[in-house]
């Protein structure tokens, strides 16, 4: 190590030729990382002497990725092209992105780059709102994915937004530029900027493991609403939240630039289009299995997640039973558990196995009201971590078109077939009118809300009627950029943005407010996607298909100083 020159710009040349030569894993490079600067003082000086401050360490490994570069994308006015395809501008012309899967990885040429790249890290958010690390992935070997919580850490984005009435341009860079603006998670309650953003790894599973959290390996938590989350993420301090506008639009500026359209679920569909319910074909007693037709159980995925029971209420015209997720009985025999395998029964029905703990059951018929309801399984939400072993930093399991699967984006594992509950914004209806709402202090977060915490976008709504429209242009204010919802609804679901609103039934009347459901859930299908938001109910309602996701972004103010 003695030759090894630790002088600024030779430094960092030095470190980057250390870099595996597979830039969506950073493992191999951290950990020679790692070795030099427990080894060699002189690399440890040079490094400002930070082997203990894992701030500074970690803020060094993401400066390591800056590029200075601008990457961008183009759309056509969707009057002029309602095409969803975007064209690639500056230092994105001629880059490929391809998602992964667990066996195969596909091309990413932003992978490991700039704000494409992530620390995995375990962290916190102290009193003061400002994120601190604790260990790194691949550096310290105190990092755990299932004890502590897990973030992915990003250069902080600097945007820059071009709308006119031929387009917009969406332009990110890791340095300020002219006409480029810091990304909304970035910027401190006092208007500095912050170097990095943290965004939570996995989705809130605290139903299931105790406080909230984001951690691998758990059923996500469930029956979540705008205004459950605000006290539910108080609990582990003030300081943190839900997902915040500022968390899904940093993401989804991520996507935007790296595939170059706007129909997300061209890439990566996400599990959308996987709420299965199908009836026992033969009862059994004692058993953590059930047998359903062949044909049915080939729809099903190992390693995925199904609860098992049986109506104890009837539909609404009483003819059979209620077997919606959100019914008790529909778990009473076996609660969110994984499927281990599926095989054959017989010529004409398959036995699924899943994991009860030990804890047998019978899967034959009960009787509501005179009407048998037989014992189903019906599928749930993944458990995070399902995308662990995804081998690129984009991706799913098996499959990125099925429909059936969450996937990871740029680290973040998303999409596990619940809607997100967005905690920092609101629509808010007065006379018919739907316009959102945005709180940057997440103390202030209210069940009231909007409050005079919070600040109304210069926008309104295009409405719905109750029906899924699919959205046709975003609507922009400058002074709120990382909001955007809907203002035309004219698209498909191959065109435009490729996904829906529902703001609901509004008329001149209606006078209510509204929480944000982002993304989509198990059944949501070609509705779903990055855009995606279901506005139809107050801030109270809660169900089994409404996710959390710890925020680290929640202390921010409206602009930078």
């Known amino acids: 190590m003695s030759n090894f020159d630790t002088s600024g710009a030779s430094f960092n040349a030095n470190l980057r030729m250390l870099e595996t030569s597979d830039p969506c894993h950073a493992d191999t490079f951290n950990a020679l990382f790692a070795q030099l600067i427990n080894n060699d003082v002189a690399i440890q000086k040079a490094a400002g002497g930070f082997a203990a401050d894992k701030n500074a360490q970690a803020k060094f490994l993401l400066d390591m990725r800056r590029t200075g570069k601008k990457y961008g994308v183009h759309w056509d006015a969707f009057d002029i092209n309602p095409s969803s395809i975007g064209t690639r501008l500056y230092d994105n012309v001629g880059k490929v992105c391809e998602p992964s899967t667990n066996t195969v990885q596909g091309r990413n040429d932003l992978e490991g780059e700039s704000v494409f790249f992530h620390l995995e890290v375990n962290g916190y958010v102290d009193e003061d709102g400002e994120f601190q690390v604790q260990y790194i992935r691949g550096v310290d070997n105190e990092f755990s994915r299932t004890e502590r919580d897990v973030w992915c850490l990003f250069l902080t984005q600097w945007i820059k937004i071009e709308i006119t009435a031929t387009g917009e341009n969406l332009i990110l860079s890791d340095m300020a530029h002219e006409g480029f603006f810091p990304e909304g ?13 943290a965004i939570a790894k996995y989705q809130d599973s605290s139903e299931s493991s105790g406080t909230p959290n984001s951690v691998s390996g758990f059923n996500p ?15 582990k301090g003030s300081q943190y939240c839900g997902t915040t506008a500022q968390d899904w ?13 706007r129909d997300s679920q061209s890439i990566m569909r996400g599990a959308t289009g996987y709420y299965l319910q199908y009836p026992a074909t033969v009862e059994e007693a004692d058993v953590e299995r059930i047998i359903i037709a062949k044909s049915q159980a080939a729809n099903l995925l190992v390693g995925s997640c199904v609860s098992i029971g049986n109506a104890t209420t009837l539909n609404g015209d009483h003819t059979a039973g209620n077997i919606d997720g959100g019914q008790a009985g529909m778990h009473a025999k076996a609660n969110r558990v994984l499927i281990t395998k599926i095989e054959d029964y ?23 009201d005179n009407i048998d309801c037989p014992t189903y399984i019906s599928t749930m939400p993944w458990y995070t971590g399902a995308c662990d072993d995804v081998l690129g930093s984009c991706g799913s399991p098996s499959s990125n078109s099925s429909g059936k699967e969450p996937y990871i984006l740029f680290g973040v594992e998303l999409a596990l077939g619940q809607y997100e509950v967005c905690s920092n914004t609101i629509m808010n209806i007065v006379d018919g009118v739907m316009r959102p709402y945005i709180c940057y202090d997440c103390t202030k977060l209210s069940a009231s809300a909007p409050t005079a915490d919070y600040e109304a976008v210069a926008y309104t709504l295009a409405l719905t009627d109750n029906a899924w429209k699919y959205i046709s242009v975003l609507g922009y204010d400058p002074d709120n950029p990382m909001v955007r919802h809907g203002t035309e609804v004219n698209a498909t679901s191959s065109t435009g943005y490729a996904d829906c609103q529902n703001t ?58």
């Open 504 to 561: 609901g039934s509004v008329d001149e009347t209606t006078n209510a407010k509204r929480e944000v459901l982002l993304g989509g859930y198990l059944g949501t299908g070609a509705r779903a996607g990055r855009r995606s938001a279901y506005l139809n109910f107050s801030l109270s309602i809660a169900g089994w298909g409404y996710a959390a996701r710890l925020s680290a972004s929640g202390r921010c103010a409206q602009s930078a100083a």
């Open 185 to 197: 998670g970035a910027i401190r309650p006092d208007g500095t900027i912050r170097p990095y953003v």
């Open 346 to 368: 017989d010529d004409n029905n398959a036995a699924v196995y899943v994991d009860n703990g030990g804890s047998a059951f019978s899967t034959a018929k009960t009787v509501v």
């Open 221 to 235: 938590s469930y029956n979540n609403s705008h205004n459950s989350i605000i006290t539910k993420f108080h609990r």
């Open 249 to 261: 639009q940093r993401m989804t500026n991520l996507f935007d630039i790296a595939f170059a359209t």
